[in-house]
């Protein structure tokens, strides 16, 4: 097992101190080279369980094991070696603004270089042809040598994945991927991501909205709601009414029939 997680419990250090836990009583076994897809609605926890599983959010209680160690008993050093074998893909990557999108690529290889090559590496780029080839992978080839402010948010995102690549991570860890995507790319972005974790046995967690698309590609599901886990099954195994459950009762609240007094017209660009 590449996980396992026993009764976990997480809390954020931000959260009220009588805020529900973000994760409560959590189990959870996942084997090296699984493929599952995190399923949930909006603040189910979706992003605090992958957070957690890439050892940057310290359990509050319950048994956590990544490797066969808890992360949390290692020195720091130990931590951030284990670290280097997981790959955390944020919803928004955090790229520098003004970096190009090569140099933004590689950094993925910064855990692996000394001090010193990660240094030359910022002023000129190691290994271009392999930020190229990654990038090409997700149809961004021709971005190379753009700067990262200057992409669309699907393409940022997509550069986030291009990152992935060029890691040697055994277990990627992707937050909503295609949220910013058209179907077309979203279709081709899930199968290049899958397809990278199958030819190199890496564990794949990913999170999505997409239910649909979970159901078609990813053999296990887990369906995450306030913080607990509905259901854990093959996907042969969920059903429309699970899903419907899962998902049940959200909904937007309504504001105030009279939030605010307004005045009968309002100038173009006004500002309250
Ligand atoms: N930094 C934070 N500080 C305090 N509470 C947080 C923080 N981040 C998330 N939470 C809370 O933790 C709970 C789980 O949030 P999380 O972002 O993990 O959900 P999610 O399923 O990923 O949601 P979404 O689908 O909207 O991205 C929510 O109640 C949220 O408000």
């Not at 959010?57 to 070696?81: I, K, N, Y």
């Not at 971005?143 to 393409?155: F, I, N």
């Not at 909205?209 to 979970?214: D, L, P, S, W």
Request: proline letters at 7%.
């Amino acid at each position: 097992m590449t996980y396992r997680l026993e009764n976990l419990t997480v809390r954020h250090l931000a959260a009220k101190a009588d805020a529900l836990p973000a994760l409560a009583g959590l189990d959870l076994g996942i084997a090296a080279g699984e493929q599952l897809a995190l399923i949930g609605p909006s603040g189910a926890g979706k992003t605090t369980l992958l957070a957690t599983l890439a050892c940057a959010h310290r359990p509050a209680a319950g048994g956590f094991e990544v490797f066969g160690q808890d992360p949390w008993a290692l020195s720091q050093g130990a931590r951030h070696r284990l670290r280097s074998r997981l790959f955390l893909a944020p919803q928004t990557p955090p790229l520098p603004p003004r970096q190009r999108v090569v140099t933004s690529v590689l950094a993925a290889r910064l855990p692996y270089m000394s001090l010193w090559q990660a240094f030359a590496s910022l002023v000129k780029p190691r290994d271009p042809d392999a930020a190229h080839a990654a990038l090409s992978r997700f149809g961004l080839g021709d971005k190379l040598y753009a700067r990262v402010d200057r992409l669309s948010g699907g393409e940022r995102q997509r550069c986030g994945l291009a990152r992935l690549l060029l890691s040697d991570a055994e277990v990627f860890l992707v937050d909503e991927p295609i949220s910013a995507l058209d179907p077309t790319l979203a279709q081709h972005t899930l199968a290049t991501l899958q397809r990278e974790a199958a030819s190199r046995s890496a564990l794949l967690v990913c999170s999505l909205h997409q239910v649909e698309m979970a159901r078609a590609h990813f053999p296990r599901l887990v369906g995450l709601r306030a913080g607990r886990i509905v259901f854990d099954l093959p996907r042969e195994q969920v059903s429309d009414a699970m899903i419907a459950a899962l998902y049940e009762n959200e909904h937007v609240a309504q504001p105030p029939e009279h939030p605010h007094e307004s005045p009968d017209r309002i100038a173009v660009g006004a500002c309250f």
